[in-house]
């Protein structure tokens, strides 16, 4: 029998775990390494089946083709990917902004989806990795917006000025790096933006403390917990196993990564 290459790179993954110390830790990197093995397969027959367009959600009917930088390419597919921020992607569309900036932009989920629904605003995506730049790019191509979707790396403290020139966006999700980075005392470009960030409270403790102490004086600030909404799941899903619909919902995170929702007052 021929094995594909994630199997076997999955199994040989999981007999060196279980040549590990029997022990906790092990067990749940064991575990975690299997789940992610089978969110790929869950992913793949979820593309087969239902094609690739996404299913539901702000980003409905996305073509959404590529893979995943990073996280669940079945969420995302499905249209429940940080399905708590549905309510707040709706108000950022009708907000209409001139320009939103995705900084941490992977693949280009968001920022691709916000160009299709918002005709007339420009978007800088932002991303350090470059299999990641290539990612969106194609993303952007595939959908029809490439013309206003520009693809760059490192975004740094002086290029939020340009937040000052027009009503913005800053779109934030970089695995803690936004403790560094938003800091309006550094950059004050940032205090004329409208902020949307997830704080991965989980590897770095306390950033959502500090970035609600940094904007409560310029901003108003909603915080937003995560959340599944098992209602993207298409009927054929029925058929599957309670696990893999579960998988098909799961999105990666190892511990609390709430939002901070912060307008300009």
Same mark, same amino acid.
């Given at each position: @029998?021929?094995?594909?290459p994630?199997t076997?790179?999955?199994?040989?993954a999981?007999?060196?775990? $279980? $040549? +590990?110390p029997?022990?906790a830790?092990?067990?749940?990197?064991a575990l975690?390494?299997?789940?992610?093995?089978?969110?790929?397969?869950?992913a793949n027959?979820?593309?087969q089946?239902?094609?690739?367009?996404?299913?539901s959600? /702000?980003?409905?009917? @996305?073509d959404? =083709?590529?893979?995943?930088?990073e996280?669940?390419?079945?969420?995302?597919?499905?249209?429940?990917? !940080?399905?708590?921020?549905?309510?707040?992607?709706e !108000?950022?569309? $009708?907000?209409?902004?001139?320009l939103v900036?995705?900084?941490?932009?992977? +693949?280009?989920?968001?920022?691709?989806?916000?160009?299709?629904?918002?005709?007339?605003?420009?978007?800088?995506?932002?991303?350090?990795?470059?299999?990641?730049?290539d990612?969106?790019?194609a993303l952007?191509?595939?959908?029809?917006?490439?013309?206003?979707?520009?693809?760059?790396?490192?975004?740094?403290?002086a290029?939020?000025?340009i937040?000052?020139?027009?009503?913005?966006?800053?779109?934030?999700?970089i695995e803690a790096? !936004?403790m560094?980075?938003?800091? /309006?005392?550094a950059?004050?470009?940032l205090l004329?933006?409208?902020i949307?960030?997830?704080?991965?409270?989980?590897?770095?403790?306390?950033?959502?403390q500090?970035l609600?102490?940094?904007? =409560?004086?310029s901003?108003?600030?909603?915080?937003?917990e995560? =959340?599944l909404? $098992?209602?993207?799941? /298409?009927?054929w @899903?029925?058929e599957?196993?309670?696990?893999?619909?579960?998988?098909a919902?799961?999105?990666?995170?190892?511990? /609390?990564?709430?939002?901070?929702? @912060?307008? =300009?007052?």
């Amino acid at each position: @029998m021929t094995h594909s290459p994630l199997t076997l790179a999955a199994t040989q993954a999981l007999r060196r775990l $279980a $040549a +590990e110390p029997p022990d906790a830790q092990t067990l749940t990197a064991a575990l975690r390494m299997l789940a992610k093995w089978r969110a790929s397969l869950v992913a793949n027959t979820l593309a087969q089946r239902s094609g690739t367009q996404v299913l539901s959600g /702000p980003f409905k009917g @996305m073509d959404y =083709a590529v893979a995943s930088a990073e996280g669940s390419r079945s969420a995302r597919l499905l249209g429940c990917y !940080e399905a708590s921020l549905a309510p707040v992607i709706e !108000e950022i569309i $009708a907000r209409a902004y001139p320009l939103v900036i995705d900084i941490g932009s992977a +693949e280009g989920y968001y920022a691709v989806g916000l160009a299709r629904r918002m005709p007339g605003t420009r978007v800088q995506a932002h991303d350090a990795s470059d299999k990641a730049q290539d990612l969106c790019r194609a993303l952007a191509t595939a959908n029809g917006v490439a013309d206003r979707v520009k693809v760059g790396g490192l975004f740094i403290h002086a290029d939020f000025a340009i937040c000052t020139a027009q009503p913005t966006l800053v779109l934030c999700d970089i695995e803690a790096g !936004e403790m560094d980075l938003l800091d /309006p005392v550094a950059a004050p470009g940032l205090l004329a933006a409208d902020i949307l960030v997830e704080c991965h409270d989980c590897l770095r403790p306390a950033i959502t403390q500090t970035l609600h102490a940094r904007f =409560a004086a310029s901003h108003n600030i909603r915080r937003i917990e995560r =959340a599944l909404d $098992a209602s993207a799941l /298409p009927l054929w @899903m029925e058929e599957l196993s309670d696990l893999d619909r579960l998988i098909a919902l799961w999105e990666w995170r190892t511990g /609390p990564t709430p939002w901070l929702w @912060m307008t =300009a007052k």
